[in-house]
């Protein structure tokens, strides 16, 4: 069970928005920058949003990152079938002094 | 370019200890950490650990500690990580990656299949 939680799964229509949401605590994600990675199968994870809101290279805008306290969210806009995917957060926790992953959560594109 | 390249797959049994290697190039080795994540079949991310490649000093998972050592040659830019007493829920991809904040790793290696089983 990991200190970080995230929906199991979100799913959308082509051209549609979705919001992938990560709660944390003070000592993780309200204390700490929040990352987020794009996991396809087979591959290694890809950055998606490198520290809260801004995104990696060549991330298409359609990606945001959002913080606020101890909470984060990745938004999906004009959703898109490369799109499909399982997207994890990722954070620093003080109390652990590791880095922790969310539980994933799977992109649907219907 | 940036590239992390792992060693190959291992084939374990359990209670052996297993090192897979990361070989850094493209940039300056000693400016950035190295982190280990691994991926179960089917499963989540996982962090293992991390290594400052200027100084050795290392951070690791609290279910790992005592049965892991990561290391750096920086003659060469590899780092290593050392996993000991393998059991069956060790197998998993292990990948290395290079980290821009403790969270956010920007270049991966492609993964090394560690498979323990008797």
């Known amino acids: 069970q990991s200190v970080v939680t995230q929906p199991l799964s979100v799913s959308g229509t082509p051209g549609q928005k979705v919001t992938i949401s990560c709660s944390g605590s003070s000592s993780n994600i309200g204390g700490n920058t929040v990352s987020w990675y794009q996991n396809l199968p087979g591959a290694a994870p890809k950055l998606v949003i490198l520290v809260n809101d801004q995104r990696a290279s060549g991330v298409p805008d359609r990606f945001s990152g959002f913080k606020s306290g101890a909470s984060a969210s990745l938004v999906i806009s004009g959703l898109q079938s490369e799109d499909e995917a399982i997207y994890y957060c990722a954070t620093w926790d003080d109390s652990l002094t590791a880095t922790v992953f969310g539980g994933g959560t799977r992109v649907t594109v219907l | 370019q940036v590239q992390l390249v792992q060693s190959g797959a291992e084939v374990k049994k359990p209670g052996a200890s297993v090192k897979v290697s990361c070989k850094a190039s493209?940039?300056?080795?000693?400016?950035?950490?190295i982190y280990w994540v691994r991926q179960a079949p089917g499963q989540g991310l996982e962090w293992v650990g991390r290594?400052?490649?200027?100084?050795?000093?290392?951070n690791y998972a609290q279910r790992f500690q005592g049965r892991i050592t990561v290391t750096r040659d920086t003659s060469l830019n590899i780092v290593y990580m050392d996993l000991e007493r393998l059991t069956s829920d060790d197998t998993a991809y292990y990948f290395c990656?290079?980290?821009?904040?403790?969270?956010?790793?920007?270049?991966w290696g492609q993964g090394t299949l560690v498979s323990v089983s008797s």
């Open positions: 990656a290079r980290g821009q904040a403790p969270a956010a790793y920007d270049f």
């Open positions: 493209g940039y300056l080795f000693t400016g950035y950490y």
């Open positions: 290594i400052n490649t200027n100084t050795g000093a290392t």
